[in-house]
C-alpha cells in the first residue's frame, strides 16, 4: 500500500493533482483487474498445486507396500541371522573338540583313564 501511495504521489508532482487523477484512476482499474485475475486463479493454482502434489508424495497405500516389504526383509534377515548363529556355535564346538583332542595333556589323561 505504500508502493501504491509513493507512486500515486510521484504521478500527481509530475503533472498536477488534476492531470493525474484519470491516470490514478486507470491504474486503480488496472490493478483492480490484476486482483480479480489473481481471485480466478487461485483455484487452478491451488489445484495443480495439489495434482503435483500428490503424483510426488506417497500414499498411504504406497507406505503400506514399503511396509509389507520391510518387514519380509526384516523375517529374511532374522532367518539368515539365527541361522549364522547356529552354524557358529557348531564350528566353535568343532574348535573346542579339536582343541581338546590334540592336547598333549588330554592324551594322557585319556590313557590313564583307559588303563
Not at 493533482?17 to 484519470?22: F, G, I, S
Not at 486507470?26 to 490484476?34: K, Q, Y
Not at 549364522?84 to 594322557?108: C, D, R, S, Y
Amino acid at each position: 500500500m505504500q508502493a501504491y501511495f509513493k507512486a500515486t504521489k510521484a504521478i500527481e508532482s509530475v503533472l498536477g493533482q488534476e492531470q493525474a487523477k484519470p491516470v490514478i484512476e486507470a491504474l486503480n482499474i488496472g490493478i483492480a483487474a490484476l486482483e480479480n485475475k489473481c481471485q480466478e486463479q487461485r483455484p487452478i493454482l491451488k489445484a495443480e498445486i495439489k495434482d503435483e502434489l500428490s503424483k510426488e508424495l506417497a500414499s498411504k497405500a504406497d507406505l503400506a507396500g514399503v511396509k509389507s516389504e520391510l518387514k519380509k526383509v526384516e523375517a529374511e534377515l532374522k532367518a539368515e541371522i539365527k541361522y549364522l548363529n547356529t552354524k557358529l556355535n557348531w564350528l566353535i564346538g568343532i574348535v573346542i573338540a579339536a582343541m581338546t583332542l590334540f592336547n598333549p595333556q588330554f592324551v594322557q589323561l585319556v590313557k590313564l583313564l583307559f588303563k
